[in-house]
């Protein structure tokens, strides 16, 4: 039984990876050829390393998508969002074709991909080189007691790049880290000091360094002791990084029900359900399908539990439900969720996994 457990789990998440994966995001844009022609159509909006990759562009939506490596085009653009240009770049591995998303162009311009290493920043200047701005953090030991050290060869690029800006300086002595916003404002003064104009284009669209979405639900419970739906409340929180993705999300927040966790003998020696004030706290990772109007979603993770008189630590939980876009960043949400004893827990300690309840519920859901 525990063999055919790990296989059905093995599978879960191996076919939960190929999802995440391939599933396309195609989004209004258009790509610039070798030619310098500019077509008009779909481009299908990824991650950041995947973007640095590959193209993936339609003409129309119904249209099959052609993908284009770092080369074959000269530039690709998502409506007022990403814009990336195909740019040779130096790496560990040797120079590379890349796409490069383009952050900001004019006297001194900033470029940004990420890899498997990390994020990486680059500068280039008109009629000079395209060079990385690097950064990193390193453990050492100072007086027995370990310290993170962090580069500065940063600061150096960047005041050689900028050394007809004087005044600049000091700013960019006090910029510890490279990061989209310090950059990009860097920068965008860098230019507005030496053409005295506002000729330089911000291409990277601003956006939070924390996403959260409230989504208050009214719940159906069923219980594997009980003898009926119990009704309960409650109020998903959903966190993401929209720097990072838009797709993958933290959930948590707080359900109320009524509800039968557990059986004892009565005087007659039956069993019985105990009925008790059930809380529940969602601790749950969270994958969004991108969609225009219907947005499939899939989570997974543990349920905290506590009730009144009632020790019980967690459940192990899965659930799948959709997202129905009403106006603007508001949605109508439903879907279901089966909660079962934890699956490590029970192979470690040689029980039996039970399903402990399934639940539907219903709410509307907010992205602020």
Not at 56 to 72: H, L, Q, R, Y
Not at 81 to 92: F, G
Not at 229 to 245: A, D, K, V
Request: aromatic content about 14%; hydrophobic content about 35%.
């Amino acid at each position: 039984m525990k063999i055919y457990l790990r296989l059905i789990v093995a599978s879960l998440i191996l076919a939960f990876s190929i999802l995440a994966d391939a599933q396309s995001d195609f989004r209004r844009g258009y790509i610039i050829t070798n030619d310098d022609d500019t077509l008009v159509g779909f481009i299908d909006f990824r991650g950041y390393t995947s973007n640095s990759q590959k193209c993936g562009f339609k003409p129309a939506e119904n249209a099959p998508p052609s993908v284009f490596k770092p080369g074959d085009i000269k530039a690709y653009r998502i409506m007022d969002d990403k814009y990336y240009v195909s740019r040779p770049v130096e790496t560990e591995e040797g120079q590379k074709e890349m796409f490069l998303e383009y952050l900001i162009k004019g006297e001194a311009s900033i470029y940004y991909y990420r890899d498997n290493k990390g994020e990486h920043y680059l500068i280039d200047k008109r009629g000079g080189p395209l060079t990385e701005l690097p950064y990193h953090k390193e453990e050492a030991i100072i007086d027995e007691v370990p310290r993170f050290l962090e580069s500065t060869k940063h600061i150096g690029l960047l005041k050689a790049y900028m050394s007809d800006c004087p005044a600049l300086f000091n700013r960019i002595e006090s910029l510890k880290k490279p990061d989209h916003d310090n950059l990009i404002a860097l920068a965008k003064d860098y230019h507005q000091l030496i053409c005295n104009d506002n000729s330089c284009i911000v291409y990277s669209k601003r956006k939070p360094a924390l996403g959260v979405a409230a989504e208050p639900a009214v719940i159906f419970n069923w219980f594997r002791y009980g003898t009926g739906i119990y009704t309960g409340t409650g109020i998903s929180l959903h966190f993401w990084l929209p720097r990072s993705s838009e797709r993958l999300y933290f959930k948590t927040g707080y359900m109320y029900t009524r509800g039968v966790l557990y059986q004892r003998r009565n005087d007659e020696m039956e069993w019985i359900g105990i009925e008790r004030s059930i809380h529940r706290i969602p601790v749950q990772f969270e994958y969004l399908v991108p969609g225009r109007v219907v947005q499939p979603r899939f989570n997974y993770g543990i349920n905290l539990i506590g009730t009144d008189d009632y020790d019980k630590a967690f459940d192990q939980t899965a659930g799948a439900g959709l997202l129905v876009k009403v106006y603007n960043q508001l949605y109508i949400s439903g879907g279901v969720e089966a909660d079962w004893t934890p699956i490590l827990l029970s192979l470690m300690m040689d029980f039996d996994i039970e399903l402990v309840s399934l639940s539907l519920n219903f709410g509307l859901y907010y992205r602020f």
